[in-house]
Nanobody
Framework: QVQLVESGGGLVQAGGSLRLSCAAS????????MGWYRQAPGKQRELVAS???????MYADSVKGRFTISRDNIKNTVHLQMNSLKPEDTAVYYC??????????????WGQGTQVSVSS
């Protein structure tokens, strides 16, 4: 079994910052890509940022220059530093990992989500 546990969400004023963290635990052999998705009310879940095991990153256009994704391959953690937050960043943020378990092939796993709310 795998668990992805997120932390760091909350309420912040526009222009403020938050840092999200996600820790993966369980019988993990390797983690390929880790990332963050978000889903606002009435909208589809969208990719915010992702990072490979080789630290290749990708960002949604809407967050480029404001958000930074990073990971620790030893601790199996991924972080999302969010600066210059805007009200439109308000959403539930989900941690995502494409990984291989010790006794199972590769698959995609999700965290439970953490709420980020940005007030104007």
């Amino acid at each position: 079994q795998v668990q992805l546990v997120e932390s760091g969400g909350g309420l912040v004023q526009a222009g403020g910052s938050l840092r999200l963290s996600c820790a993966a635990s369980g019988s993990i052999r390797s983690i390929n890509t880790m990332g963050w998705y978000r889903q606002a009310p009435g909208k589809q879940r969208e990719l915010v940022a992702s990072i490979t095991s080789g630290s290749i990153t990708m960002y949604a256009d809407s967050v480029k220059g404001r958000f930074t994704i990073s990971r620790d391959n030893i601790k199996n953690t991924v972080h999302l530093q969010m600066n210059s937050l805007k009200p439109e960043d308000t959403a539930v943020y989900y941690c995502n990992a494409y990984l291989t378990l010790l006794l199972r092939g590769p698959g995609t796993y999700w965290g439970q989500g953490t709420q980020v709310s940005v007030s104007s």
